[in-house]
């Protein structure tokens, strides 16, 4: 069992690390913290809305949330498999590959726009907001 953990230990740190952050997340009320510093979506905005879509088979709702989705799940088991293979090559093409089509999909949906998916609104943002309060504070 020892021997099992020391060899899996970092992709299920990584699934840890990721479960703690989608709870503080939640009982913060933050959808994306990106969006909530900087008013602008950031390029996985959807995606829990469209793997949530695709669990209820409903893939015209998931591909509109994001339409990467179908992706997720190959692309983790790719990476988890040259990790355990300690294969860099690989996991570095499709780590790479991923990357580039995010951000593909990201400029495309930030230019063509996303209406209620994908937004751009920085003074929605707290960045923003604290920089009012700082000025009206400053100002008096």
């Known amino acids: 069992m020892k021997r099992i953990l020391q060899k899996y230990k970092a992709p299920l740190l990584l699934v840890l690390g990721l479960v703690l ?5 939640r009982l913060l ?4 913290p990106i969006k909530a510093l900087l008013g602008v979506s950031c390029p996985g905005c959807g995606m829990t809305r469209a793997l949530l879509s695709c669990l209820r088979l409903d893939f015209a709702a998931a591909f509109h949330y994001h339409p990467l989705f179908w992706a997720v799940v190959p ?9 355990v293979r ?17 951000l593909l999909v990201y400029l495309l ?8 998916v994908v937004v751009f609104d920085p003074a929605s943002s707290w960045i923003y907001r604290l920089w009012q309060r700082a000025a009206a504070f400053l100002s008096r």
């Open 21 to 25: 952050y989608c709870v503080c997340l």
């Open 29 to 32: 009320r933050i959808t994306c």
């Open 75 to 83: 692309v983790l088991c790719l990476l988890f498999f040259f990790h």
């Open 86 to 102: 300690k294969n860099r090559r690989g996991y570095a093409w499709t780590l790479g590959i991923s990357v580039a089509l995010l």
């Open 109 to 116: 949906r930030m230019l063509l726009g996303a209406g209620d």
